[in-house]
């Protein structure tokens, strides 16, 4: 053997060597170095769970508290959050809620179809504007509005009164 192929095999053997080292020790030795990493991080995150749970709770206290103060309920029904609405509306457009009766339940299947009525008195401008809301917001099916025309014979007037019906399609539980 000259020394040409000492040489090439010399190199050989130490990249043979180099890529057995690495495959049986260096290989190893990064694999663990990410898995230990990786429960690093793991530990941060649970060091830090009590606190962010003390924090979520106190978040969520405030939030209810807010949510109290507005009077608002998560769990609000149609019925009451559509009371809401006319009485905001009431605040705006001079109108007066003259009957809020209770819904006629039917029920089919597997669904509940309420049907919710009021009586509404005002102008025909403000009853127009309450029927463009109630649409707008979408609460439920529009189903009819009926327009009546009344004598009041105390006041010696004419007062127009709206009669809106509402129905709300659930699912039975």
């Known amino acids: ?36 990493k990786s429960l690093y991080k793991e530990k941060e995150l649970l060091e830090n769970a009590s606190q962010r749970i003390f924090l979520l709770q106190q978040e969520n206290k405030y939030l209810d508290s807010i ?37 006629h339940t039917i029920e089919e299947n597997s669904t509940l179809l309420k049907t919710y009525s009021f009586e509404i008195k005002g102008t025909f401008n403000a009853l127009l504007q309450l029927l463009n809301t109630l649409e707008k917001q979408q609460l439920g099916k529009l189903v009819s509005v009926k327009f009546e025309k009344k004598k009041n014979y105390r006041r010696n007037r004419d007062e127009l009164i709206g009669h809106y019906f509402i129905q709300k399609r659930t699912q039975r539980e």
Do not use: C, H, R, W
């Not at 959050?81 to 009957?99: G, R």
């Open 67 to 103: 949510l109290k103060a507005k009077e608002i309920s998560i769990e609000n029904s149609f019925q009451q959050t559509l009371l809401q609405k006319l009485n905001s509306f009431q605040a705006k457009v001079p109108i007066d809620i003259i009957a809020f009766s209770e819904p």
């Open 1 to 36: 053997m000259n020394d040409k192929q000492k040489n090439i095999a010399l190199v050989i053997g130490f990249v043979l060597l180099f890529i057995i080292s690495y495959v049986f020790s260096i290989q190893k030795t990064i694999d663990v170095k990410k898995s230990a």
